[in-house]
């Protein structure tokens, strides 16, 4: 075990690199892995103790950093080690469907304190920026004050000020954060739905820790999140992860583009519920599809069979390109990757080039709160960031 004396090798170059922005980085390694002792926080940023009790003596006396109950140690003076409180501030995450405008309030730490969900009847960006701020006005009212607002749909956006594109809303260059900011007077940031999810589960989800994963989105649409070298990766358009038309196995089914056997085709969930209509001559919701294939249905489990392979191809290519530490399904379609292992695993494995490599999948369950979550912590990560380059 490591004492409050051992030294700490730093190399003084790295340092000099690492200081411009520490205090963030400071703050940011205990919002994700806190409470952490000095020792432990020293060795996790390459610091030395010196530097880090400088960065950390403005932290606490402004209230920022709290000092935990000292923990006693069989040598030496009790280690404090530091934490932060996650109740001093809240955050806003607000998820944009065709219809509906989800809105939570979370903590620091992205834990949810209140949630709703309003109806949207329009497609103009203010009467969306009002529909927003209704939303977040309506949960702050009855609870607590958020200190800024996180906004996730789908789309892309390079800059987290505006929107590129968005297919479902009709959008081009819509400054949609501008006009949220507009409404609500709080600072505002927009992102993709799939990368905010993404850097949820990065830092207070199943990715916590991993330097290196993906997040796989089955829904209404298949998306990819990426996290590389520790960071979420959004590419230069924001439009990294688009691998929803990937062309996986030659089939009849097309999605909405006219691809034939495309990845949206094949396995977006009302793709899936087409298939089993033409299959069985009736309407199978996606999650009846999935209970009637675990019961032993034929006609059902051929149709998961069918989509589990699809999502085994697409999961290789994934896996070929990027080589990540884990694969993590989401959405409200991942249960496809449980129902269907058996399938996906076997195309994955047969579709991967390396023998050695041995990707886990894992199926995150779904919660229906989980995208406005999202958004809060693309809110908490512009907070936390500030003055760096935060993406989104
Ligand atoms: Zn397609």
Redesign the pocket.
């Known amino acids: 075990m490591s004492t409050m004396s051992e030294p700490v090798a730093v190399d003084a170059a790295l340092e000099s690199v690492v200081l411009p922005d520490s205090a963030e980085r400071v703050m940011l390694e205990i919002l994700i892995h806190g409470p952490l002792s000095r020792v432990e926080l020293a060795r996790r940023l390459g610091l030395s103790r010196p530097s880090l009790t400088r960065l950390t003596k403005p932290l606490i006396a402004s209230g920022r950093l709290l000092e935990g109950t000292p923990r006693a140690r069989s040598m030496g003076r009790p280690a404090q080690p530091l934490d932060l409180d996650p109740a001093a501030e809240n955050f806003a995450g607000v998820k944009i469907t065709v219809d509906a405008v989800h809105s939570v309030i979370t903590d620091m730490r992205g834990a949810v304190q209140s949630e709703r969900e309003d109806a949207l009847d329009t497609h103009d960006p203010v009467g969306v920026a009002q529909a927003v701020a209704r939303g977040v006005g309506a949960l702050a009212e009855s609870g607590t004050s958020p200190v800024a607002l996180g906004i996730s749909l789908g789309g892309n956006s390079a800059d987290g000020r505006s929107v590129r594109e968005s297919h479902f809303f009709g959008w081009r260059d819509v400054p949609f954060a501008e006009l949220v900011e507009a409404e609500t007077g709080l600072p505002c940031s927009v992102a993709n739905d799939v990368n905010a999810l993404t850097q949820a589960q990065h830092w207070f989800g199943e990715g916590r820790g991993l330097n290196d994963f993906v997040v796989v989105t089955i829904g209404a649409g298949i998306g990819l999140g990426l996290v590389a070298a520790g960071e979420l990766v959004v590419g230069a358009h924001g439009a990294l992860g688009s691998i929803?038309?990937q062309?996986l196995l030659w089939s009849d089914a097309?999605?909405?583009?006219?691809?034939r056997g495309?990845?949206?085709?094949l396995l977006a969930t009302e793709a899936v519920e087409r298939t089993a209509a033409q299959k069985t001559g009736r309407d199978v919701a996606f999650a009846d599809i999935l209970r009637g294939a675990e019961r032993g249905d034929p006609a059902l489990r051929g149709v998961v069979d069918v989509a589990g392979e699809a999502l085994g191809l697409l999961l290789a290519n994934v896996t070929n390109t990027l080589d990540p530490q884990k694969i993590l399904l989401a959405g409200e379609g991942a249960r496809l990757g449980i129902v269907g292992e058996h399938a996906m695993l076997t195309a994955f494995r047969n579709a991967t080039v390396w023998e050695s490599v041995r990707t886990p999948i894992e199926v995150q369950p779904f919660a229906f709160n989980e995208w406005a979550r999202g958004a809060a912590a693309m809110a908490i990560r512009s907070r936390m960031l500030r003055g760096t380059s935060a993406a989104g």
Do not use: K
């Open positions: 929803g038309h062309l097309t999605c909405w583009r006219g691809h495309c990845a949206s085709a």
